[in-house]
């Protein structure tokens, strides 16, 4: 059975820092596609950060890029997100992602239903 289980939300201020963690089970880690999206109520969920199979392949969303950054553990399963200076539009439930294709960048949000495996996520406040 196939797990995602993030972990590392909470509530910080404006300009403060989160690292969020996903451990994976399950699957061949190293053969999927692993993402980050972020969820408002209210709105569609949006990609953030995808970590492609090569760990030369990754991309960002503009409004992330230079904030934050993605990794992975192959040998531990885990994706990471390191998120730093925060800004209150960061807030929302984060959650990770596995596909074996490398093309959630460029799935509308309507098709991420298509996306193979997502965790539960975890909550991030940033207070203004």
């Known amino acids: 059975q196939v797990q995602l289980a993030e972990s590392g939300g909470g509530s910080v201020h404006a300009g403060g820092s989160l690292k969020l963690s996903c451990v994976v089970s399950?699957?061949?880690?190293?053969?999927?596609?692993l993402g980050w999206f972020r969820q408002v109520p209210g709105m569609e969920r949006e990609w953030g950060a995808i970590?492609?199979?090569?760990?030369?392949?990754?991309t960002y969303a503009d409004s992330v890029k230079g904030r934050f950054t993605i990794s992975k553990d192959n040998s531990g399963n885990t994706l990471f997100l390191e998120m730093n200076d925060l800004k209150p539009e960061d807030s929302g439930m984060y959650y990770c992602?596995?596909?074996?294709?490398?093309?959630?960048?460029?799935?509308?949000?309507?098709?991420?239903?298509?996306?193979?495996?997502w965790g539960k996520g975890t909550r991030v406040i940033v207070a203004s």
């Open positions: 992602a596995a596909d074996r294709r490398c093309s959630m960048p460029q799935m509308p949000p309507g098709d991420y239903y298509a996306i193979a495996y």
């Open positions: 399950g699957l061949a880690f190293a053969e999927y596609c």
């Open positions: 970590a492609g199979i090569d760990s030369d392949s990754i």
